[in-house]
Nanobody, 120 residues
């Protein structure tokens, strides 16, 4: 059984910082792409940032220059450093990964989500 577990969400004032972490656990063979998505109330889930196994990154325009995605392949983990937070960043943030589990096929997995609230 593969699980993605996020941590690091919380309440922060505008202009502040938070760092989200996500660790994949279970019978994992290989992880390729990992990323972060978010969903605000009444809105669709949207991409925040993604990273390949080799370290290439991609960001949504709304977070470029403020958020930094990184990963530790040895730990099967991905991180999201969020700086200069704005109230519009308030959302549930979800970790996502494309991975190959032992004895299985390539699948896409989601974490349970962590709440980020930015007060003005």
């Amino acid at each position: 059984q593969v699980q993605l577990v996020e941590s690091g969400g919380g309440l922060v004032q505008a202009g502040g910082s938070l760092k989200l972490s996500c660790a994949a656990s279970g019978s994992i063979h290989t992880i390729l792409g990992m990323g972060w998505y978010r969903q605000a109330p009444g809105k669709l889930r949207e991409l925040v940032a993604t990273t390949t196994r080799g370290g290439s990154t991609n960001y949504a325009d709304a977070v470029k220059g403020r958020f930094t995605i990184s990963r530790d392949n040895a730990k099967n983990a991905v991180y999201l450093q969020m700086d200069s937070l704005k109230p519009e960043d308030t959302a549930v943030y979800y970790c996502n990964a494309d991975l190959l589990a032992l004895g299985s096929s390539w699948s896409n997995y989601w974490g349970q989500g962590t709440q980020v609230t930015v007060s003005s």
